[in-house]
């Protein structure tokens, strides 16, 4: 099977042309089933998941501050950030709730008699994010869909728009001077 296959759909890796990357990088019985943890490989950190059996893994910082995600609440194929709740799916590592805005790269993992073997690219292990590319925009002259607000609500949808094809003017209506970002660490005690 070619390494880009898995996950299946993985625009990514129509150019990735890095070099391979295989790894062994822990005993299998050092992540028993039910249980997770992370491991570096070449500076990067990867979580790795055994679930029930079958292992997963995943880039082991949260796309959102760079929370580690060994302490999330992992199920049914999700972890979920223990900071502010972004939640991936750890096989594809597509972003599936917010407030995190890019995906993360999720890795082959196999049992290499009895050490965790992990498979992926340079180019792949070279980044803590997947970030998807936008489809080509084309001319349209249709009339605007008009986002009320400024927040993470608005950037979210204007990103999912777009990422699903939306060619269509969007104005963003807002008494903010600035486009939407997240405001997350503007509530936050940590300003020092």
């Not at 292990?125 to 400024?150: E, F, H, N, Q, T």
């Amino acid at each position: 099977m070619p390494l880009c296959s898995y996950p299946p759909e993985e625009p990514e890796c129509e150019n990735d042309d890095s070099p391979l990357v295989e790894e062994a990088i822990a005993n299998i019985e050092d992540v028993p089933p039910g249980t997770k943890k992370t491991f570096e490989v070449r500076g990067r950190k990867i979580l790795v998941i055994n679930d029930e059996g079958r292992l997963l893994a995943i880039n082991g910082l949260c796309s959102h501050y760079n929370f580690p995600l060994e302490n999330g609440i992992y199920a049914k194929g999700r972890i979920r950030c223990p900071l502010h709740g972004a939640c991936f799916n750890v096989r594809t590592g597509d972003i599936e709730d917010y407030p995190g805005f890019d995906s993360l790269h999720s890795y082959q993992v196999s049992n290499q008699n009895g050490k965790i073997g992990i498979k992926t690219t340079e180019k792949k292990l070279g980044s803590d994010r997947k970030v998807r590319a936008l489809p080509k925009m084309k001319k349209c002259d249709d009339r605007p869909v008009v986002v009320i607000g400024g927040g993470i609500a608005a950037s979210t949808f204007i990103e999912h728009s777009r990422l699903n094809g939306l060619v269509t003017p969007i104005v963003v209506i807002s008494e903010e001077s600035f486009p939407p970002y997240d405001r997350v660490l503007l509530s936050k005690e940590n300003f020092g």
